[in-house]
C-alpha cells in the first residue's frame, strides 16, 4: 500500500473465516483481560479498550510510563506467533492483545516508536470480529489512509513508519460488535 516513506503490506483474508471465528473465541475466553492505566495529557486514565501483554519472560514493555510484565503465551498464540513471523519475515517475542467491546472502545493517534522496539520496528496486527476502521496519517499533516480492518485480516507495518506516521483506531456510532486486535512485536529491554 502507498505510505511514502514508510512499509505498509496487508492481507485482507489472511485467516479463514472459521478459523478466525475460532481463534476469536478461543482468545475471549482464554486471555486474562485487564484495563490498563494510561497517560493523556500527563493525566492517569483508564484505556478505553481491554488488553493483556502477552510474551516470552524478558519481553518487558514500558508504555505511557507503565511497566508491563508479559504474561505466558496461550498455546494457541503460540502457535499464531510462528505463523505472523513467517507471513511478515520477522520474529516477534510478544503480542499485546486489544479487545475494543463496541464501538465506543478507541484507540487514539500514537506510534509504536517506545526504544525497546527497536527504531524500525516491524508491528504485525491482526485483526478478529467486528469490522473497524484504522487510519495513518503523517507526523507532518496532509492526507490520512484509511483501511477496513476486517476479520482474520493482517497488517505489517515496518521500516520508518512509526517514526513517520501516527495511527489510531477511532469510535464509531454504528453498532459494531467486538473486535479482537492482536499486535505481535519483537522487545529488545536491553535499548530501554
Not at 482468545?27 to 502477552?54: M, N, T, Y
Not at 513471523?85 to 506510534?111: I, K, P, T
Amino acid at each position: 500500500m502507498p505510505l511514502p516513506g514508510g512499509e505498509l503490506s496487508w492481507w485482507p483474508a489472511w485467516l479463514a473465516g472459521d478459523e478466525a471465528d475460532a481463534l476469536l473465541a478461543d482468545a475471549q475466553a482464554a486471555i486474562p483481560w485487564e484495563v490498563h492505566r494510561i497517560r493523556i495529557f500527563g493525566k492517569e486514565v483508564d484505556s478505553p479498550r481491554l488488553s493483556c501483554w502477552i510474551g516470552d519472560e524478558d519481553a518487558t514493555y514500558v508504555y505511557s510510563r507503565t511497566r508491563f510484565e508479559p504474561h505466558p503465551w496461550t498455546p494457541a498464540l503460540a502457535l499464531l506467533r510462528d505463523r505472523v513471523a513467517q507471513a511478515c519475515g520477522a520474529r516477534f517475542n510478544s503480542v499485546l492483545a486489544n479487545l475494543y467491546r463496541n464501538g465506543r472502545d478507541s484507540m487514539g493517534w500514537h506510534s509504536d516508536n517506545e526504544p525497546e522496539l527497536g527504531p524500525r520496528p516491524v508491528i504485525a496486527s491482526l485483526s478478529l470480529g467486528a469490522v473497524r476502521r484504522f487510519r495513518l496519517k503523517s507526523r507532518e499533516g496532509g492526507d490520512m489512509l484509511g483501511i477496513e480492518l476486517g476479520h482474520g485480516s493482517l497488517l505489517r507495518m515496518a521500516g520508518d513508519t512509526q517514526r513517520l506516521y501516527v495511527h489510531d483506531l477511532p469510535r464509531t456510532s454504528a453498532a459494531v460488535g467486538p473486535r479482537l486486535n492482536l499486535t505481535f512485536r519483537w522487545v529488545d529491554a536491553s535499548l530501554r
